[in-house]
Nanobody
Framework: EVQLVASGGGLVQPGGSLKLSCVASGFTFSTYGMTWVRQAPGKDIESVAAIHYTGGGPYYADSVNGRFTISRDNAKNTLYLQLNSLKTDDTGMYYC?????????????RGQGTQVTVSS
């Protein structure tokens, strides 16, 4: 059974930083691309960053490019997302998803996400 458990979210002021982690199990993590997907109230589900299984070829949504950095540690079955210069628009629930996903659906926002709230 595929399990994806995200953590590291919290309440942060605009301009602040957070680092999210996602521990994966139930599949061979090192052979799959991975994606961070964001779900915010009243907005479409959005892939904010994706990374190939090698760690290369990162994708970033225009809204986060230059502020977020995706990375992975295949030895630890863990995906990361460094969030810098946070904005109120970054508020939402963040999930990690198996695969290199540019058009996420509701199926990609399952499992344990982590809430990021950016507010002064």
């Amino acid at each position: 059974e595929v399990q994806l458990v995200a953590s590291g979210g919290g309440l942060v002021q605009p301009g602040g930083s957070l680092k999210l982690s996602c521990v994966a199990s139930g599949f061979t993590f090192s052979t799959y691309g991975m994606t961070w997907v964001r779900q915010a109230p009243g907005k479409d589900i959005e892939s904010v960053a994706a990374i190939h299984y090698t760690g290369g070829g990162p994708y970033y949504a225009d809204s986060v490019n230059g502020r977020f950095t995706i990375s992975r540690d295949n030895a630890k079955n863990t995906l990361y997302l460094q969030l810098n210069s946070l904005k109120t628009d970054d508020t939402g629930m963040y999930y990690c998803a198996k695969g290199y996903i540019l058009r996420p659906t509701n199926s990609h926002v399952r499992g344990q996400g982590t809430q990021v709230t950016v507010s002064s």
